[in-house]
């Protein structure tokens, strides 16, 4: 069965400086890999996603994903945070022949002015 | 357009009671998913509906928990004999095609909470 993990339950980071949000995962097939944001007050929100192709993947408001197949990883990035950044972040993967996409539990991102 | 919206928003109810929570997806979106997400946890799967018939329920916790989608747009997730540790936020997506290769949109969630 696939899982995720995100070892770190809270980022802080300065506004202005790069950030990153730590994914882990583990399938048995090859993996979907996704990026959602939860803003407070709000539903879960697409960021960006990685089925096949260039490891690096660009999604919304600046962030990208790198996708690293030796490390099992899909780590979170953005080269400039803004205090607006700040958000509940969800990593998932689904397994190929799986319907259900599996979610880490959250990594809260906090920006400081 | 409209996006994915659940009614009600907030559900409280007593340990026993049955409980009903509806979900419209966005018009034209083929597949739609249940989740639970507990506090300080991610979405949890429960169950995924191409279309009418539920594709995937290997989520469900147990037999109390039930869903449908009859005509293939509005889902509603069932809970009989519901117990305190159901309390949950409850959130429905929905997307263009299955096999959850395409986007998620998420609807504001049903918060659920059995006293």
């Known amino acids: 069965a696939q899982s995720v993990a995100q070892p770190e339950d809270q980022v802080n980071v300065a506004e202005g400086n790069p950030l990153t949000v730590k994914c882990t995962y583990s399938?048995?097939?090859?993996?979907?890999l996704f990026w959602y944001v939860q803003y407070p007050n709000r539903g879960l929100q697409f960021l960006l996603k990685y089925i096949t192709g260039d490891n690096l993947v660009k999604g919304s408001y600046g962030f990208e994903a790198e996708f690293n197949k030796s490390q099992t990883s899909f780590h979170l990035k953005k080269p400039s945070a803004l205090v607006s950044d700040s958000a509940l972040y969800f990593c998932?993967?689904?397994?190929?022949?799986?319907?259900?996409?599996?979610f880490g539990k959250g990594t809260r991102l906090h920006i400081l002015p | 357009g409209a996006g994915v919206s659940q009614t009600p928003s907030n559900k409280v109810t007593e340990k026993g009671k049955y409980v009903e929570l509806r979900c419209d997806p966005i018009?034209?979106?083929?597949?739609l998913y249940w989740y639970r997400q507990s506090l300080g946890q991610g979405p949890e799967f429960l169950i995924y509906f191409q279309g009418t018939g539920a594709a995937d329920d290997s989520g469900l916790p147990n037999d109390r928990f039930f869903a449908v989608r009859p005509e293939g747009s509005v889902s509603t997730l069932k809970i009989q004999r519901t117990e305190r540790g159901d309390s949950a936020v409850y959130l429905c997506?929905?997307?263009?095609?299955?096999?959850?290769?395409?986007?998620?949109?998420f609807g504001p969630g049903t918060r659920l909470t059995v006293l």
């Open positions: 997506a929905s997307s263009l095609s299955g096999l959850g290769l395409a986007e998620q949109f």
């Open positions: 998932a993967v689904r397994d190929t022949g799986d319907d259900k996409i599996i």
């Open positions: 399938v048995s097939g090859n993996p979907y």
């Open positions: 018009s034209g979106h083929t597949a």
